[in-house]
């Protein structure tokens, strides 16, 4: 079945960076968009990222933009999101969601990994 | 960036009762392509999100038909027909028209009497 698992969270110091992972499978992962979103602790979903099937074309939120780098390596069916000068407001579940056909986004989602920034 | 604007924030319903959630945008979800690219997704408590509803009124495989998803512009709304005890969660409403970034609701909580 379609499946996408995160790895790579945990509790990091305000300022370091963090690469988190999102293996795929079950479906042709090279054909697909894919994202990432956050929640705050208590708070609602945030888009973060997203990345073209080809891994062509990226963009992000302003909130992240500069410091995280979306990217993705399609033989080994695998996300990456790389965190950069990490901050407090950067704490939250991280989930990485593919699109859909037909333009239909985030019709699956990871189970998340947590990150937390704090000294 | 467009808002999504959800009500109510919170929803009290006895079990077996009908629930709407409406859903407003700042602008026109209608894209250049002639689509409507708006989702809802549901969070169970401790859950990841899953994602029910497609441009607009399309469920998922796997939803129950309870669910529907209606509306046009920038006015949507998500319905359920009979509220079961597996239904108690958060909903959230996404625009995929106009981005990036693409945009959530604030989310509208669904629990029972």
């Known amino acids: 079945q379609v499946q996408l698992v995160e790895s790579g969270g945990g509790v990091v110091q305000p300022g370091r960076s963090l690469r988190l992972s999102c293996a795929a499978s079950?479906?042709?992962?090279?054909?697909?968009?894919v994202h990432w979103v956050r929640q705050a602790p208590g708070k609602g979903l945030e888009w973060v990222a997203v990345i073209s099937h080809d891994g062509s074309n990226w963009y992000y939120a302003d909130s992240v933009e500069g410091r995280f780098t979306i990217s993705r390596d399609n033989p080994k069916n695998t996300l990456y999101l790389q965190m950069n000068s990490l901050r407090a407001e950067d704490t939250a579940v991280y989930y990485c969601?593919?699109?859909?056909?037909?333009?239909?986004?985030?019709?699956?989602w990871g189970q998340g990994t947590t990150v937390t920034v704090s000294s | 960036d467009v808002v999504m604007t959800q009500s109510p924030l919170s929803l009290p319903v006895t079990l077996g009762q009908p629930a709407s959630i409406s859903c407003r945008s700042s602008?026109?979800?209608?894209?250049?392509?002639?689509?409507?690219?708006l989702n809802w997704f549901q969070q169970r408590p401790g859950q990841s999100p899953r994602r029910l509803i497609y441009k607009v009124s399309n469920r998922d495989s796997g939803v129950p038909d309870r669910f529907s998803g209606s509306g046009s512009g920038t006015d949507f709304t998500l319905k359920i027909s009979r509220v079961e005890a597996e239904d108690v969660g958060v909903y959230y409403c996404?625009?995929?028209?106009?981005?990036?970034?693409?945009?959530f609701g604030g989310g509208t909580k669904v629990e029972i009497k």
């Open positions: 602008q026109s979800l209608v894209h250049s392509d002639g689509n409507t690219y």
């Open positions: 079950g479906f042709t992962f090279s054909s697909y968009g």
């Open positions: 969601a593919k699109d859909g056909d037909w333009g239909s986004r985030m019709d699956v």
């Open positions: 996404m625009q995929g028209t106009h981005w990036p970034p693409l945009t």
